[in-house]
């Protein structure tokens, strides 16, 4: 293991995952505001959003360090499915019922930065007009190579996906799009947006959310075999080093043969 390694966290449970996630994003959103005024921040879907409201959720302790100030967030979406806000499939739709409607209503409230619905015919559109979202709030894009996002949110499949980055997929090799379209997703449904490889390895933090047995077989493939290091979640590995961390419990990590840590 070297510094260039990423950091693979194996937390008893669940609840003790959510406590350090919280102190892990509060620390992110802490360098935001002292570099930009803002938390620019993107999220996956799947059983994320959900520990991300029992991390954010919880009471503050009273310091300044444990205060989630969520009218300087800007949410985007790591990727998306193209349908309907109010659709099952939507991972707007997920993080808005798991997370953002239990916000406080008497306080502020983040930006959100859904796709835009009128475009689900037109998928290369509706990936362009996302992009063009994040340029619009990380500088015009010939001034900047790729947007530096404060904080990416990901979770990683059985498969070793991410975001909507599959294995063996031409997607993985796109390097001039901040955002593309993929209409032959192996996992239903089909059609969808996703941030690119180079985006998402750019970001200033990286944190993998993977909890439970179900995760055992993928992060022994994604940590300590050779066959797993061309999976999406690997290359991400890969090209974030040290800036990515992985957050998971005890039964996601048994029999990884990769160092763990056990507390931040």
Not at 228 to 251: I, R, Y
Request: with cysteine; glycine share 6%; hydrophobic share 35%.
């Amino acid at each position: 293991m070297s510094s260039k390694d990423p950091t693979l966290y194996g937390f008893p449970d669940v609840p003790t995952l959510a406590k350090s996630l919280r102190t892990y994003v509060l620390t992110a959103q802490h360098d935001g505001l002292k570099r930009h005024d803002a938390f620019k921040v993107a999220v996956s879907g799947g059983s994320l959003p959900a520990t991300l409201a029992t991390a954010l959720l919880a009471p503050s302790d009273g310091s300044p360090e444990d205060e989630v100030h969520w009218g300087k967030w800007e949410i985007f979406f790591a990727d998306e499915r193209a349908v309907p806000l109010d659709h099952s499939d939507s991972n707007y739709k997920l993080l808005k019922e798991d997370l953002l409607d239990k916000i406080p209503a008497d306080g502020p409230k983040p930006t959100v930065h859904p796709i835009d619905v009128q475009l689900l015919d037109d998928m290369q559109e509706l990936a362009d007009q996302y992009e063009q979202t994040l340029v619009r709030s990380f500088a015009a894009k010939d001034s900047v190579r790729l947007p530096v996002f404060d904080l990416l949110l990901l979770g990683c499949g059985p498969d070793g996906h991410t975001c909507s980055l599959f294995p063996q997929h031409p997607l993985l090799r796109e390097t001039d799009a901040w955002v593309a379209p993929i209409t032959d997703s192996p996992k239903p449904p089909p059609r969808r947006v996703t941030l690119t490889l180079p985006v998402v390895t750019h970001g200033i933090r990286i944190a993998f959310v993977a909890s439970g047995e179900g995760k055992q077989e993928i992060l022994r493939k994604i940590f300590d075999t050779e066959e797993g290091q061309s999976l999406p979640s690997s290359l991400v590995n890969q090209g974030g080093g040290e800036k990515v961390s992985w957050f998971s419990d005890a039964s996601a990590v048994q029999g990884v043969n990769f160092p763990k840590k056990s507390s931040l």
